[in-house]
């Protein structure tokens, strides 16, 4: 069975400069993120290399799947447990064929037909966003909403993994309109404590 978990916690150094990927890593752990993302999308594919087998040694450890943000060379590299592909990333068929079927392959979608696209291809789950206004993503594209999001849980049987502008707040809403988790940046990476925002969230998500 393939632990696509409740709690994405994506790493950003671009939205925040005060910890780095490792250091959220450990503290998104500690607080009870059940997915690791790296995501940046800059640097030299060695160094990212570098900064994702780190990140793999942490998550190993706590037994919690790290999944590379769009760069599947990068998974491949070190042998990650997952890979997460936007719409004009590397196809979602043709990167099962490179990762294998025990790989966990998230695809991302902003509307219906986007995400029955990521259902077809093989996704094991779908990051839908964004459903709030957010600043983390400069491609994040138009909200799509709740109205959104439950018609999406309601017609594709898979994991739905809400993202943009996602707060403790508002995880009853989303839960209720059918999402079967979240993936975070902003309201984790960007607070002075993340491993006490993380835990925040994580209850909020726990208790429903």
């Given amino acids: 069975m393939k632990k696509i978990g409740k709690l994405h916690l994506l790493t950003d150094i671009v939205v925040q400069s005060r ?41 190993r450890e706590a037994g919690v799947p790290l999944i590379v943000n769009d760069r599947l060379d990068v998974a491949l590299a070190i042998d990650a447990d997952g890979v997460h592909l936007g719409q ?8 099962r064929k490179l990762l294998g079927a ?3 392959i998230g695809g991302s979608a902003s509307n219906l037909e ?10 094991d789950y779908i990051g839908l966003g964004p459903i709030y206004t957010t600043s983390s993503k400069d491609d994040a594209g138009p909200v799509c909403g709740l109205d959104l999001l ?9 994991p739905i993994i809400a993202i943009g ?7 009853e809403e989303l839960l209720a309109a059918g999402a079967y988790g979240v993936a975070i940046i902003s309201a ?11 835990r925040a969230i994580r209850a909020r998500l726990m208790n429903r």
């Fill in 102 to 104: 025990g790989k966990i």
């Fill in 165 to 171: 502008g996602i707060q403790a707040e508002n995880i």
């Fill in 19 to 59: 910890f780095s990927h490792l250091e959220l890593t450990t503290q998104g752990i500690r607080g009870g993120a059940d997915v690791i993302q790296f995501r940046q999308k800059t640097g030299s594919t060695r160094e990212l290399i570098d900064i994702a087998r780190q990140m793999q040694t942490i998550c």
């Fill in 88 to 95: 004009d990333d590397f196809p979602i068929d043709l990167a």
């Fill in 150 to 158: 439950k018609k999406v849980a309601g017609q594709i049987p898979l």
């Fill in 114 to 123: 986007e995400a029955r696209k990521c259902w077809h291809q093989g996704a």
């Fill in 188 to 198: 984790i990476c960007c607070r002075p404590d993340p491993a006490a925002a993380t």
